[in-house]
Nanobody
Framework: VQLAESGGGLVQPGGSLRLSCAAS????????MSWYRQAPGKERELVAY????????NYADSVKGRFTISRDNAKNTVYLQMNSLKPEDTAMYYC???????WGQGTQVTVSS
């Protein structure tokens, strides 16, 4: 199993970023995928989850209405579109495949003016 996140960076409050997670080594279309984040000094928290075929999604209350998780099973990739970013969204963002209990290495998102 391999997960490779990309798309993080520095953005101003109110801005947008799209994170990508390219998966390999397993049958991507058969499994749900998640995005987690961890801010300095805080526990890792679930941000969003999407089912194997994308028909079901769940979000943390703190990101509902601002973030959208999606997937392209033809590209073995899961995305996290983040809009209206706030300083409190600053964290390392990780891609996670629950079935395999496997984490990506993460991509840093910093929201600051």
């Amino acid at each position: 199993v391999q997960l490779a996140e990309s798309g993080g960076g520095l953005v101003q409050p109110g801005g947008s970023l799209r994170l990508s997670c390219a998966a390999s080594g397993f049958t991507f279309s058969s499994y749900g995928m998640s995005w987690y984040r961890q801010a300095p000094g805080k526990e890792r928290e679930l941000v969003a989850y999407i089912s194997s075929v994308g028909g079901s999604t769940n979000y943390a209350d703190s990101v509902k209405g601002r973030f959208t998780i999606s997937r392209d099973n033809a590209k073995n990739t899961v995305y996290l579109q983040m809009n209206s970013l706030k300083p409190e969204d600053t964290a390392m963002y990780y891609c996670y495949v629950p079935w395999y209990n496997y984490w990506g290495q993460g991509t840093q998102v910093t929201v600051s003016s």
